[in-house]
């Protein structure tokens, strides 16, 4: 028997539809734990640096995490591994809901898809009855809808379903798949389902998670317990953050109508423009009532005290359930103030199965190409099949107008369904310029600030997950104008690694030469500061938390001084904290040296240009290169021998040399391996 | 008979309060595990979650008796705007659905309140239900004084109750005899 994981993946071959339920390695949770991290060995083993997104051989797994399905809080996402038709470089969209654990309850780790299938299908998976089935009567269907019409065929409401929309269908580069109130959205994950002709994946379980020291996981759980409670109920000061960040999760878009901070903070249109004086008196009213006439309940994903998301009833559209960001996302990309505008769009929108970062940047874009003339009006010209849009003041209209276009594949929406950075390429006469607002060509949030931020500047340049998303959150955001603050923030913060990263706080100021930013905090310690806040990411995505119990969240109750309490108590792992860190740490390696291995290199960790309005190229190369070495990488950002080796990863150090990424050096001398060691003690405690 | 005081548990629900997380059904089911907290089903708790979200249904339901019959009722209730069918709020564990039933071994459910030695201050689906979504009561109420009827007598009446009262005095009486 299994702790924690079930020990089982489920393989699928599209192709022939050969089913196999395959027992995994226990070293492989020991050494990588779940989700994430397991699945990147999979893909390291089992894909070249030559696989595209659309290859046959490309995988799609669907993976819960090591405690998915165990009584832990908020351990209930689902991540959807898979070579990314965006970037090129490996993705893992992911998804809150119930689907990860219903996985794991009917007896499975990871669903591992390979080659494609001739025709649309569903996989039916009951317990260990799994079929391929038909879905020809699905086709062209609503994610949305797809989901209701599943639990009503195979009867059964408890039943979970993972579904694309016509979106996937049709090549949408940037398409999610819709699970319940989740949406696994960035990078197109959606899109290679849709490649694979999957329309949906419906589970049910009704088998155990077992735990290897039930009474002691229960203990450690108590202790989380009693803490949300007390956080419930003291939310952070709203001296020290703003009131969107008081709480655990993030619930605040959808419990509060109240949002000057991004609205006014972030950027409207194609990521442009920022409206600092839009949050008035008339909107605030507008937009509470709007927001009480339609949020009927706030709502939970699987076993969270957190309730992030919101069940939408209104008078005249059908219910849906929506989470955080996408409220304001297409207000921001149309321009448009109205918020129920908004509702009515997004419902449309989680019916076609969007990621609801990336598509309103890419219809912005395609109108802000219109208003320059780079795009025509033949361009926006109807035919048979549709109308001509409407004219550029009729913002509504010609938003809705470029979702049809794009979702259907017709017209100029063929081309805007790459996503900004393929779309620019194909259209030229200069529309590459246009696409701004992308890393690793990727759209990123719609910020545009003034001064660079060493921490963001790190974290945008060097996510693996090439986006920003949920990376940042340990750490404020700002510092603190006054030390008494500083103090009352370090007082209760058992969260961090190290007891010196509380003076790193008390030494921050808002202003000034020295203490603030560009210069504060300094390479090296944002490298510190980056590095801890990843590690925790890293956790997150192998553990299978929701980052609102974890990494995105000031003060949460899951951090590094008591993951690993849990992970050994389910799993019967015995792991100090420091080799439980090293486990985040060797993930992290893989990963890095996985994109390394794709192409990638230091030149794509490179933020917008237009990210910050104040920049400091010498100062950024130095943070680079800083964080570089923190990280035991080379100046290039490859993880180097002597690094990979320590991390039990000496077979991708022979790869990587062996296609000229890395540079074949003489093994460590014992007294480099000596000093290496001090370093990491230092580093990372281990 | 004289009257005497009993203590009667109850959980009650606040439907408007269930976010749908279904913690009550883990926690149910890893406590009801054995050995305690070694597992957990959601399909195996006694307490589950009635979660139809598009319908707005969020609403715990407990496991209350065993029949051995299926219901000839099939009725929609409306209640605040919302339509139930009837089976959705039933506490029974019967042969016409699943719910309630052990999936493997296919014997019924029912909740005991988390019987436990020394008893716990409140059901664990309560105490993990941050949201307050679930609340324990106890009441004091008066009722009349029975003699409690021993295992044998239930045991009796269970088999006078298949075979007929005639039938079990004639072979009982013919045991008798033999011995």
Known sequence: MRYGETGYYLEIDLSTGNIERVQSDPKTAENFFGGVGSSLKIFWDRTTPETKAFDPENLLIFTNGLLSGTPIFGANRTFVVTISPVSNLICYPTAGGFFAPELKYAGYDKIIFRNKSPELVYI???????????????????????????????????????????????????????????????????????????????????????????????????????????????????????????????????????????????????????????????????????????????????????????????????????????????????????????????????????????????????????????????????????????????????????????????????????????????????????????????????????????????????????????????????????????????????????????????????????????????????????????????????LGFCSGMSGFCFKPPFHCHNYYKFVNAATGLNLDEFEHRRVAHRIRNLHRAFNMRRGMTRADDNPPADHWKFRFPELEEELLTTYYHFKGWTDEGVPTRVRLEELDLGYVADELEEKGILKKVPPPTEEELEEYRKERMYKWGY | MAKIKKIVKRITVDAEKCNGCRTCEVMCSAFHSTPQWSSNSPAKSRVQVVRLPLRDIFLPVFAGEYTPAECGGRISYHIDDRTYDECEFCRAACPSRGRFVEPDSGLPLGCDMCQSDPPLEEPMCVHWCVRDALKYEEREIEVEEQVEIDALETALTAIADKFGWDKMMRTAARLTQKS
Request: charged share 30%.
């Open chain 1, 124 to 542: 039916w998976i009951n317990n260990d009855k799994v079929e391929i089935r038909d879905a020809s009567h699905l086709a062209g269907k609503g994610a949305r809808e797809v989901q209701e019409l599943l639990k009503e065929e195979l009867n059964d409401p408890k039943i979970q379903v993972a579904a694309i929309g016509p979106a996937a269908e049709n090549g949408v580069l940037f398409a999610s798949i819709e699970m319940d109130k989740g949406s696994a959205s960035r990078l197109g994950g959606g899109a290679v389902m849709g490649d694979k002709k999957i329309k949906a994946i419906a589970v049910r379980g009704t088998k155990e998670v077992n735990l290897a020291d039930g009474p002691a996981f229960i203990k450690h759980l108590e202790e989380a317990r009693t803490y949300i409670i007390h956080r419930n109920a003291n939310p952070l000061s709203h001296r020290h953050v703003e009131a969107i960040h008081d709480s655990l999760g993030s619930p605040q878009l959808m419990r509060d109508a109240e949002d000057k901070w991004h609205t006014q903070n972030f950027a409207w249109g194609n990521a442009r423009y920022r409206r600092k004086d839009f949050w008035t008196d008339e909107i605030e009213e507008s937009w509470e009532k709007s927001q009480e006439e339609s949020v009927r309940r706030m709502i939970s994903c699987f076993n969270c005290p957190s309730q992030c998301g919101a069940l939408i009833m209104r008078k005249d559209g059908a219910p849906y359930m929506a989470k955080c960001f996408s409220k304001i996302s297409y207000l921001f990309g149309s321009g448009i103030d109205d918020l129920e505008w908004s509702w009515k769009f997004i419902e449309r929108t989680f019916d076609y199965g969007l990621d609801s970062y990336s598509t309103p940047q890419v219809m912005a874009f395609a109108v802000e190409l219109r208003k320059d003339g780079i795009l025509t009006e033949e361009d926006f010209a109807g035919t048979d099949d549709y109308p001509p849009c409407p004219p550029p003041e009729d913002k509504s209209g010609v938003f809705y107008w470029l979702l049809d276009r794009l979702v259907k594949g017709e017209g100029i929406g063929k081309i805007l369904g790459l996503g900004t950075k393929q779309a620019s390429e194909k259209i030229g006469k200069g529309a590459e310029a246009y696409a701004h607002n992308l890393i690793k060509g990727v759209e990123q949030m719609n910020i545009k600030l003034g001064m660079l931020d060493p921490l963001y500047f790190l974290m945008f340049a060097t996510s693996e997950k090439q986006s920003i998303t949920s990376i940042e959150g340990n750490w404020p955001q700002a510092a603190f104008r006054k030390y008494e603050d500083r103090e009352e923030w370090i007082r209760d913060w058992p969260h961090v690694p190290f007891e010196r990263f509380k003076q790193y706080i008390l030494d921050w100021e808002p202003k000034g030469d020295k203490n603030a930013a560009p210069y504060y905090p300094t390479p090296p310690i944002a490298s510190e500061i980056v590095d801890w806040m990843e590690e925790n990411h890293v956790n997150d995505d192998s």
